[in-house]
């Protein structure tokens, strides 16, 4: 039985796919992936020939499994992708993962880019204790919670944002942390419009007065005490 390959694929830049990624993307009998078009251009940019991609997402999962088990008991090579960075880390992978192991399948990471550790190295906050907090939540209590916890924890927080919702979540956190908490904006990291902003709330909603919130955010914050 081969282990399943969890493979980090680039953020944005194309050279930043490992050697041991193209390797063992070679070598796959199957790829699961988040957008098997996505991953198709992908594979098609590197010169990389795959038998088979699956569609696999979290809201599939119970579906796909078995199918997916069968196929590592019989043998074949099975790899797991997302559409950019490293799967699992608010990306498809976590039910896969966890019920693989739970069925005694052995699983492997193949670490490479990841917009996570890459906002945190260039945001110029402390980077010795961080806490990873997905995607900011909607609405509730829920949006707070965590920060606050990071913050009386003394801990530099990580969170992704959506274009269209960036605005709204510099005001909220503004209007809850005001210059207590300094940030750093990331977006398009490793492509060639990378755009890194640091600075309180406030100063960062008058900084995205001229530039463009296009393309997903990686929002770094870290409290003063």
């Given at each position: ?91 498809p ?94 977006k ?38």
């Amino acid at each position: 039985m081969h282990p399943v390959s969890v493979v980090s694929v680039p953020i944005g830049n194309l050279a930043d796919i490992t050697e041991r990624a193209m390797q063992v993307l070679r070598e796959a009998d199957c790829v699961l992936a988040e957008d098997t078009r996505r991953t198709g251009k992908l594979l098609g940019l590197l010169g990389i020939h795959v038998p088979e991609l699956l569609s696999y997402r979290d809201q599939n999962h119970a579906r796909v499994f078995p199918a997916v088990l069968q196929r590592v008991q019989s043998g074949q090579r099975l790899v797991l992708v997302s559409d950019s960075g490293t799967p699992v880390l608010s990306d498809p992978g976590f039910l896969l993962v966890r019920d693989l192991v739970d069925e005694g399948v052995p699983v492997t990471p193949v670490p490479g880019a990841s917009a996570l550790l890459s906002a945190l190295v260039v945001s110029a906050l402390p980077p010795d204790r961080f806490m990873f907090l997905g995607f900011f939540p909607k609405k509730g209590n829920e949006r707070f919670q965590a920060l606050d916890s990071a913050r009386d924890l003394k801990m530099t927080a990580v969170l992704y944002e959506s274009p269209n919702r960036i605005d709204k979540t510099l005001k909220l956190l503004a209007d809850r942390y005001g210059e207590t908490v300094e940030l750093a904006l990331c977006k398009e990291l490793t492509k060639l419009h990378e755009t890194v902003l640091r600075g309180t709330p406030d100063q960062l909603l008058s900084a995205l007065e001229t530039v463009s919130t296009k393309g997903e955010w990686v929002i770094v914050a870290s409290f003063r005490q």
